[in-house]
């Protein structure tokens, strides 16, 4: 009997407690509502007490990531692209949010919206260079654009469904398909004019060794020619100098010398002499004259 | 209490409510076993929850808790560093599907399209974050698939600020410097709860369709390196036949002299020779010289005598 009473008890106290009490968890908000109507809400996790005629409503306070289809975006400068983003969100004011949305599909498809028309405003008045460009590490602007529709999707859902939006950040940029061919297209344009440029310049580099090589080359037989003539003349210099140092001892021989020795040398095999006949030297064919003075007339053969 | 209730005479009641008891018992130390005392691994971390509510952390070991529905444990793996892909999906690469290119392609700052494949290699830091500051209802909610969202912003945005030159050469390197601090600040800010190890970037090239003009630009590079090595040849082919040539111009300037001055040197020494040996006998040296060359010249040409008489001068005309 005591055992029944202790078990009739303990589903007593079981079913007050089922109906009195409820558990927060860490990632939820709840919000106790009396007939209906929201009564008070509990951000804080734990247990929490209410009335057997209260009902709870759970809400997930947990940060959301939003990643939309990507959307194709006009730039200022009249250049379509393809944006993906996604944006973070929470809940800030569970109230607003349980009254103005009927559940979590609902809040993307309208956060999506947002994002959506905010993006399409913001990028419109800025050219594409504001977001692809290509400069020093991470642009300026794509933070402030970023931060522009950050805040203004924040306050829209803030003030129409309790949501925070903490971020908005572009996952992806991109073209839209039919632009995609043309970007290939230039893209192999500018290639081959890469290509084209490395071959010439190839070419170019080139000739310039090759003709750097020529003048080299030049440089050093035309170097070489001046040593030589250097080196010739110096010899000469040298020879000249020794000759002078002999025939300095007596120019008068030397002079003598050279003369006959020029002499010799302008008369050859075919060479008439034609002398007169009073040469000293044919003397000696005419009479036995043995004191016969030929000094006086040494220079006196002609031609 | 159990015993009053066993000595009670009516016996239909005695047995059941000794069963019931026992039962009521055996519940509760089940309860208290398997609900209160909890192992965690080395490699875990342990958050006991009160009601739902986060009250304390436990590392790894042994660890008691209030029984349910009081206290429950729950559990994180925190030091297994686990990998993210960005730009495939591994389930498509183990069935061999190639990604698509909205996964793939990334848009550089010269307006450029790359394929890149990108790896996070990341663990857990903190495990309340983790487990219950995102959501983590389907795939893109949970904050390991925010993760991959997050980098992909960043790597957009660094990417977005380079040339594709860059990004196919040497700036790949820079990115994922660059990108590792970014991702953790925007992991940080997002409270996804992740230690981010380290960026990798697996794969960077050219979209297919313009794949072979990039290799073009390639062999472009490598014949222009061509031509240059072939100009470098020619030059090394020329100069040394230069300098060989030059060597021997100068060597024959130098024979030049050598003969110039040791000619000079023998006619020097003829000279002084015959200085010497002349020497008191001068005039009949001399003489004798003239004679010698005399001799020689007449013998040589033909010789026509000319009859002159005095005063009169030869004249050339009259020979002819």
Known sequence: MRAWTLLILIVLVGGAVKLCAFQVEETEFAIVTRFGNPHREISRAGLGLKLPVDAVVKVDRRMHVLDPPASEVLTSDKKNILVNCFLTWSIEDPLRYVMSLPGRVAAEARLADILKSEMGAELASHPLTALVSVGDAASPTMDEILGEVTLRADGRARESFGIRVSSVRIKRLGFPPQNKQAVFRRMEAERQRIARLHRSEGEEEAEKIRARANREQAELINEANRESQEIRGAGEAEAIRILNEAHGLDPELYGFLRSLEALEKTVNDTSTLVIPSDWKLLDILKTPHLEGEAKSDKGGADR | ?320
């Open chain 2, 1 to 320: 209490m159990n015993g009053p209730a066993s000595t009670r005479p009516p016996g239909g009641w005695k047995i059941p409510g000794r069963y019931l008891l026992g039962a009521l018992l055996l519940l509760v130390v089940v309860d208290l076993a398997f609900t209160s005392v909890h192992v965690v691994e080395s490699s875990e971390q342990g958050l006991v929850l009160r009601f739902g509510q986060h009250v304390r952390m436990c590392g790894p070991g042994m660890q008691l808790v209030l029984p349910w529905p009081v206290e429950t444990l729950r559990k994180c793996e925190t030091t297994q560093v686990r990998s993210m892909p960005v730009g495939f999906t591994l389930i498509d690469e183990q069935r061999g599907i190639p990604p698509s290119p909205e996964e793939l392609q990334w848009l550089t700052g010269d307006t450029n399209i790359v394929e890149m494949k990108t790896e996070i290699q990341y663990l857990v830091g903190d495990p309340y974050r983790y487990l219950f500051r995102v959501a983590e209802v389907d795939e893109g909610d949970h904050p390991r698939f925010a993760l991959r969202k997050v980098a992909e912003a960043v790597l957009t945005d660094l990417v977005a600020c380079m040339e594709v030159d860059d990004v196919l050469g040497a700036g790949k390197v820079r990115i994922q410097e660059a990108a590792r601090p970014r991702i953790q600040d925007l992991v940080d800010e997002l409270e996804l709860g992740l230690q981010i190890v380290s960026v990798n970037i697996l794969d960077c090239s050219p979209p297919l369709a313009v794949k072979s003009a990039f290799n073009d630009v390639s062999s472009a590079r490598a014949d222009r390196e061509r031509l240059m090595a072939e100009a470098e040849g020619f030059s090394m082919d020329l100069l040394p036949r230069a300098r060989a040539r030059a060597d021997w111009i100068r060597s024959e300037a130098e024979i030049a002299r050598g003969e110039k001055t040791s000619h000079a040197l023998g006619r020097a020494r003829t000279f002084r020779q015959l200085v010497e040996g002349a020497a008191g006998h001068r005039e009949i040296t001399m003489r004798r010289l003239w004679l010698e060359k005399v001799e020689q010249i007449l013998s040589r040409g033909r010789v026509v005598v000319y009859p002159r008489e005095d005063g009169h001068r030869f004249r050339l005309t009259e020979v002819k």
